[in-house]
Nanobody, 126 residues
Framework: QVQLVESGGGLVQAGGSLRLSCAAS????????MGWFRQAPGKEREFVAA????????YYADSVKGRFTISRDNAKRTMYLQMNSLNPEDTAVYFC???????????????????WGQGTQVTVSS
């Protein structure tokens, strides 16, 4: 069983930065492709960023490209999301997700992921 725990959310002013972390337990971390999703109030959960098993491939939603950076440290079993130039539209609960894979692909659909964290709230004030 894989367990994912997000941390690092909080309240920040527009233009500020936050770094989210997602710590994983269970199987060997390097067997997971991982991603970040977010869900704003009254909206569906949406893709934010994804990273391959090794970290060599990443992919971003257009809305965060150039502002957010996804990374991972397989030795620490942790994935990160560095968020810069935050704006109120980034306010949401952020979820990390994982799937076991043998491929070096990134995955952008919720249905591609088997494991989810509980979420961490990010609030950006104007």
């Amino acid at each position: 069983q894989v367990q994912l725990v997000e941390s690092g959310g909080g309240l920040v002013q527009a233009g500020g930065s936050l770094r989210l972390s997602c710590a994983a337990s269970g199987r060997t971390f390097s067997t997971y492709a991982m991603g970040w999703f977010r869900q704003a109030p009254g909206k569906e959960r949406e893709f934010v960023a994804a990273i391959s098993r090794s970290g060599g491939s990443t992919y971003y939603a257009d809305s965060v490209k150039g502002r957010f950076t996804i990374s991972r440290d397989n030795a620490k079993r942790t994935m990160y999301l560095q968020m810069n130039s935050l704006n109120p539209e980034d306010t949401a609960v952020y979820f990390c997700a994982a799937r076991v894979t043998v491929y070096t692909a990134t995955y952008t659909s919720m249905k591609d992921y088997s494991y989810w964290g509980q979420g961490t709230q990010v609030t950006v004030s104007s």
